[in-house]
């Protein structure tokens, strides 16, 4: 049963998943390391963005949480009945490379590709445990259609300039209600007021 740390668990595994491709087989050279690193809004500042994100990287930018529409009817259904709710998300990402020139840039954009082809679906011992995932969870990370006006309107509410990224959506990540408490009788005076 997933807790509410599901989406910070899934961003985790995410990152987690491609700086374990990049230790694998480093992108620029055996010598210089890059590193996938989850970031927010602020990270993308000019003035901390050398710190925050460094060179060479990936960053992993969590830019929209949209609850699934396939299958939110049916567990909310389903969740019900059992006397619990089951949020399902799904994660949209933005994954953007740095580096100090155009062609590292797209070996490391390249290299996460790869990965993310090689690994599409994130279960078991590749979801981060803070999720309290069930056993049989499974996150599909998938790459999502996103027309050029829609990541420049992304990159027009960053406090940065637009920059060459790919899109992918992890789904279905399952937020769970807490297990419910008994319910006890209600009284007359509850009921009034």
Known sequence: MASFAAISAAAKSLERLLNRAFAEEQPVSDTIKTRAVLVRTNDFDKSVVAQAIG???LSVFLYR???????RAAWSAAGSHRGLAHAPLDLHFLLTPWADNAEHELRVL???VQCLEETPSLSGPLLHPDGAWAPNETIQVVPEELSIEAVMRTFDSLPTDYR???AYVARVVRVDSRVPEPLRPVTAVELTS
């Open 65 to 71: 949480v949209e609850f699934n529409p396939t299958v």
């Open 55 to 57: 060179s060479p990287a």
């Open 164 to 166: 060459l990224s790919v």
């Open 110 to 112: 390249g290299r996460a």
